[in-house]
């Protein structure tokens, strides 16, 4: 069984054809998801390679690396790069997509071609994002606050907004192809209270895409055309109101921060229960507080303006909304919690992870209530503590749960494992690494460092050297990961079917599946997460 | 057309990776409606752009609608939007039936009607660019003064202009592209591709239409009427 090579090479998705023309026209949809894989992969590197100037200059208080300028690009396009090009499309795109219809039973998606158009239209964006960098790249912050994009940078604002305004399709095509496909594709016997979470959650996504980023869409294009013309409806000078983009900016981009999260929270559903080997706790409350997280999400945008001169009774029930946001997302993680309580856990790599998420996104989540109280925001606002509780959200939260489900996932999306201790040795090393890096930005953030400077007073050098050396150490742990993955496509264990023993109807299939998912469509007569009847560990294969 | 020949040719259309025509039919359907709420929250990010800035600028709205919309040409190209949305309606209908030209007729006609609504609204613009009323460097609208002299426009006159052209010009674009759609879905057609038991591109394309005609029947009063003809 634990040979080098597949027993009988079946037949699968990967080798059912082969050469480059069958991965570029293809329309199975767990080809696009691997597609995606690659580009998101590599965006996030360039991301990431943003980060890394960005710790290297705020290692010495004065301004010694780069320029005021150059900083304003690096972290422009850090923030760029990593929310529109690795973190909308991370999880939805590749898990997502993956694994959507496979666990409801279906051939593939509702519409296989939209699926393939959504990717082009991925690189399409991606590709001018590229472009935007080696031009020079931009210099507004990823937020492209309005009259600054819109009068006065110099930089290529119209082209980094023109990329976004494209991504946005694929986002949304993304959405309307899970939506309609969970609608309409799910399996004999597959009802909504039978569904998985990742499922559900990945519903309450789709939901906040469709909705949310048509109005992303047409605010870059009114900044665009406001460049063009010079003049437009954010513009002071004819009569415009530039707290008009910040409102249309954030009932996108707040919205856009449960794009990001819920996925995750997808996840970690699958993950825990199965390393728990119990049922979910509370199944109806998990799949409604995802529905929930969506309907409220949209709702409680302002709390980014509450100094931006917005009134006072706008503000007071922003931030009693923005309490309310917080209540579903507080229900999952009592019900995760509640799941592992007196679970028989075993800690391979992808619950490592999992229990990285849960602590971090609880304080990511506490930090978030500070700054929905009014009576903390306006002395924290544009601070380090914004950035540290954002980066607990979007990188201690959504890319360690991204992290879990790629190395749970692993075995099926390639048939083989991934090598054991070296997955445990990567997720020590991001947890440690990531709390180095960002538990010292609140204490900075609430001592009074700004976000967006190159230079800073020189007293709070000691806590950005820590910051510094954190993300060095979080650099480590995420090229393991790359490293050895890539390895054990040739070298890694091979699987079996099931190598979690995990329920779901992707794990009832063949690893790596057939083109069609499975042989014949199947009928579901259990319901999600019946570990009652699966074995009362976790198999470890070697 | 015999029984199982129609079978087959419903069994053609039917994708792979779908179980039953009924599975498909439902699933694009269902696909085009949310791609039209998406449509909706685009054009809704400019609704709320006009809301806000009509309420700030109530005079030079009502202004600008009462003296420099042409009323006619936006009622007459109200009443070519809704008789092209009975001809599509009509050819839904039709194709239902399995009459296969007389759905590519009236989808013809259809275009034609859109392409009529594309020839007014480009004489509007036309008949604002010569009277100065484009914002941006094509600026130069003036106000009449009680005693018959003028004076330039202030500049939250450009706000309205702005609206008015981003707002019809991004509908128009809508126009457009359906108008392409249903030209293709009426040649199709007329080659006898759609029948009775598929022809859910028919119904789709003309549920996109109408929504490119609900928009306008917003867009119309918003911007023709607030100064109350």
Redesign the interface.
């Known amino acids: 069984m634990a040979s080098m090579d597949l027993p009988i090479e079946r037949e699968n998705y990967l080798n059912a054809n082969y050469g480059i023309k069958s991965w570029l026209l293809t329309t199975d949809h767990k080809r696009i998801a691997i597609l995606y894989l690659i580009s998101i992969t590599a965006m996030f590197f360039i991301g990431g390679f943003f980060a890394t100037m960005i710790r290297l200059e705020l290692l010495t208080p004065a301004g010694d690396m780069m320029t005021s300028d150059t900083y304003n690009k690096m972290f422009s396009m850090h923030g760029i790069v990593m929310v529109f090009f690795f973190l909308i499309p991370s999880i939805p795109a590749t898990l997502g997509n993956f694994l959507i219809p496979m666990m409801i039973g279906a051939k593939d998606l509702a519409f296989p071609r939209i699926n393939l158009l959504s990717w082009y239209i991925y690189i399409v964006s991606a590709g001018m994002m590229v472009y935007v960098i080696l031009n020079g790249g931009v210099d507004t912050g990823w937020t492209f606050y309005t009259p600054f994009s819109t009068m006065y940078s110099n930089s290529n604002v119209m082209l980094a907004g023109i990329a976004i305004f494209i991504n946005g399709f694929s986002s949304i095509l993304t959405g309307l192809n899970f939506i309609v496909t969970l609608h309409r594709m799910r399996a004999p016997g597959m009802t909504w209270s039978r569904l998985p979470l990742f499922c559900w959650s990945h519903y309450a996504t789709s939901v906040i895409q469709v909705l949310g980023t048509p109005v992303i869409a047409i605010t870059l294009a009114l900044v665009a055309i406001e460049r063009v013309w010079h003049i437009g409806i954010f513009d002071p000078k004819v009569g415009g109101d530039p707290v008009l983009f910040q409102h249309m900016f954030w009932f996108y981009s707040h919205p856009a921060v449960y794009i990001m999260i819920l996925p995750s929270m997808a996840v970690m559903s699958e993950v825990i229960t199965c390393f728990s080997r119990k049922r979910i706790f509370g199944y109806n409350f998990v799949a409604l507080a995802s529905i929930a997280i969506a309907v409220l999400g949209f709702l409680v945008w302002a709390h980014h303006m509450f100094v931006a001169g917005i009134s006072a009774y706008a503000a007071v029930v922003f931030s009693l909304l923005s309490y309310f946001v917080a209540v579903p997302s507080a229900i999952k993680v009592f019900n995760w919690s509640a799941t592992m309580y007196k679970g028989n856990i075993s800690l391979q790599t992808p619950m490592l992870y999992a229990f990285g998420f849960i602590g971090l996104f609880t304080m990511g989540g506490m930090t978030g209530l500070f700054l929905a109280c009014l009576g903390i925001d306006p002395h924290v606002t544009d601070t380090y503590f914004v950035v540290a509780h954002f980066h607990f959200i979007m990188v201690g939260g959504a890319v360690m749960a991204y992290l879990a489900g790629i190395h749970f996932w692993w075995p099926k999306m390639t048939g083989r494992m991934y090598p054991e201790p070296w997955g445990k040795l990567a997720a020590g090393l991001v947890f440690a690494g990531f709390n180095l890096t960002f538990l010292p930005q609140f204490v900075l953030g609430y001592v009074g460092m700004p976000r967006r400077y190159h230079a800073y007073a020189p007293e709070f050098q000691v806590l950005n050297v820590l910051s510094s050396a954190g993300a060095s150490i979080l650099a480590v742990g995420y090229l393991l990961p790359l490293v050895y993955l890539l390895w054990s496509l040739r070298y890694g264990p091979v699987a079996g079917d099931n190598p979690w023993a995990a329920q779901g109807l992707e794990w009832k299939t063949t690893s790596p599946p057939p083109t069609f998912n499975f042989d014949e469509t199947p009928v579901v007569t259990w319901e999600a997460y019946e570990y009652e009847n699966m074995p009362k560990e976790v198999p470890v294969v070697s | 057309m015999s029984a199982s020949t129609t079978e087959a040719v419903a069994q053609h259309a039917l994708r ?2 779908f ?1 039953t025509m009924e ?1 498909q039919r ?2 694009t359907t ?2 085009m409606w ?2 039209l ?3 909706i ?6 609704f ?2 006009y809301l ?2 009509r309420t ?2 109530p005079d030079v709205w009502e202004y600008c609608s009462r003296h420099h919309m042409e009323f006619k040409l936006g009622t007459l190209n109200t009443v070519i939007l809704l008789c092209s949305s009975l001809t599509v309606a009509l050819s839904v209908h039709a194709i239902q039936m399995g009459q296969k030209k007389l759905t590519a007729i009236l989808l013809f006609v259809t275009v034609l009607m859109g392409l009529g609504f594309l020839g007014i609204k480009s004489i509007e613009y036309h008949n604002h660019y010569v009277e100065g009323s484009v ?3 094509w ?1 130069h609208m003036e106000i009449e003064r009680p005693d018959g002299t003028h004076y330039p426009a202030p ?2 006159y ?2 309205f202009f ?2 008015y052209f ?1 707002m019809t010009g991004l509908h128009a674009l809508h126009v457009t592209i359906g108008v392409v759609a249903l030209a293709i879905i009426a040649l199709w057609s007329w080659q006898g591709k759609y029948t009775r038991e598929y022809h859910n591109p028919v119904h789709i394309t003309g549920l996109y239409w109408h929504f490119v005609d609900l928009v306008w029947i917003f867009l119309f009063p918003l911007l023709y009427l607030i100064a109350g003809k």
């Open positions: 792979h990776h179980a599975q439902e699933s269902l696909g949310i791609f709420v998406t449509e929250m685009f054009f809704g990010g400019l709320t752009a806000v800035y700030a600028y914002p941006g460097p600026w500049h939250q450009q706000l702005y609206l981003v």
